[in-house]
Nanobody, 126 residues
Framework: QVQLVESGGELVQAGGSLRLSCAAS????????MGWFRRAPGKEREFVAG????????SVALSVKGRFTISRDNAKNTVYLQMNILKPEDTAVYYC???????????????????WGQGTQVTVSS
């Protein structure tokens, strides 16, 4: 089993920045790619960004491209999501997810991820 714990979410004004962290514990040697998803009120969960096991390959959603960056520190078993120029439409619960396979690159489907954190709330005020 792998446990994922997100942190860093809070209330921020539009135009501001936040960095989310996702700490993995347990059988972390069994995880490969990692991803960030979000669910806004009344909407379905959507892909935000993903990163390969080595960190050499990343993918971000078009809606956050140029504003959000995903990175990882494998020595600390932690994945980060740097969020800049935040907009009110970025308001959502942000979830960290982990894969257990190296196949398929950096997928944007939540069905490709096995382990999930409990989420952290990000609220962007206008």
């Amino acid at each position: 089993q792998v446990q994922l714990v997100e942190s860093g979410g809070e209330l921020v004004q539009a135009g501001g920045s936040l960095r989310l962290s996702c700490a993995a514990s347990g059988r972390t040697s069994s995880t490969y790619g990692m991803g960030w998803f979000r669910r806004a009120p009344g909407k379905e969960r959507e892909f935000v960004a993903g990163i390969s096991a080595s960190g050499g390959v990343t993918s971000v959603a078009l809606s956050v491209k140029g504003r959000f960056t995903i990175s990882r520190d494998n020595a600390k078993n932690t994945v980060y999501l740097q969020m800049n120029i935040l907009k009110p439409e970025d308001t959502a619960v942000y979830y960290c997810a982990a894969r257990v396979t190296a196949y398929g690159g950096v997928p944007n489907s939540d069905r490709s991820y096995t382990y999930w954190g409990q989420g952290t709330q990000v609220t962007v005020s206008s």
